[in-house]
């Protein structure tokens, strides 16, 4: 199919761009090492794999403690969670197919079989969860949050070739991923609840794996890179910071305000009163900051500066 002018720009772009339609090239198949550290994050992950229905200490669980109310906030909190992991399960095999593509060092493949296997288990406890406190919710109660929870993009840039995986890997991982395990280490620290406790220690060991990952890759994959590459990784972690960190995807408190994002951060209140999991703006806000001062160094490093960050709620970071 050649492009033609009845096409939209965006099938225009995936004709041009897409990774689906340049030949595969599989051989030599190379089970070299190209980055030790990788492989053994692969072989640590294999080591470390844990089952939703018997490592977390279900009949630990006392729903008796908890109002209507609470655990109806708290089923919105944890339905969310799976909502967002369910969305790491589809990228992660996006990104597996550009490995692939672009004959990456096969570690990375190797990890990454691993950490798709390791987002289905964050999903399914996360759902457990919701279920276990009378329901997982399929959508959001105020159809319009929809936009931050949903906003992310990895996938369709994963299998956009325009797109530097480099850029890719910097914002997802080490940016998103990154705060991402900031929120499990403080919900860790002030869940009071067992059980919600637990899911957060379990998803965190994983976590900090696929952090590991990003790390790794981006320092063998910067080795060699010239300004202009470092300018279009920078671009990708800007975008991912201001237009979906900031927009509340991580945190609802940071969404722009509206009846849909209110709803959100009330479930989350109630959630964080009863120690069942989640965290309000007050408590997170210096652990948020504490994130994006970190990737701002480590991309430092790489001689990646980033910009001041603004949010009327946290004002210039
Ligand atoms: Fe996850
Ligand atoms: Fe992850």
Redesign the pocket.
Known sequence: MLLSSDMTPAQATEMVHGLLGMPEDRFPADFDTGIPRIRELFHAATRNQWDPRVDIPWNELDLSKYTEEQLYAARQYWSRRAWSEYG?ISESPTLQIRFGVERRPTDMQLFFTI?SQ??TRHAEVCHMMAEKLGGYIEKPVVQAYQGSVATHGVRKSALDTSIPLEGIIAALVCTA?EI?FDVFRHLIEISRDPVAKAICKAVMR??VR?CAFGWYFLEHALAEATPEQKARIREAVIVMIEKVELNGYHSAWLAPPSPASEAEVNADRLTYEAGLGATVEEAEKPVFIDSIRRVRARMEAFGIELPPFRHPKLGTI
Do not use: P
């Open positions: 790491a950490r390791e987002e991923e991402a994983d976590e696929h």
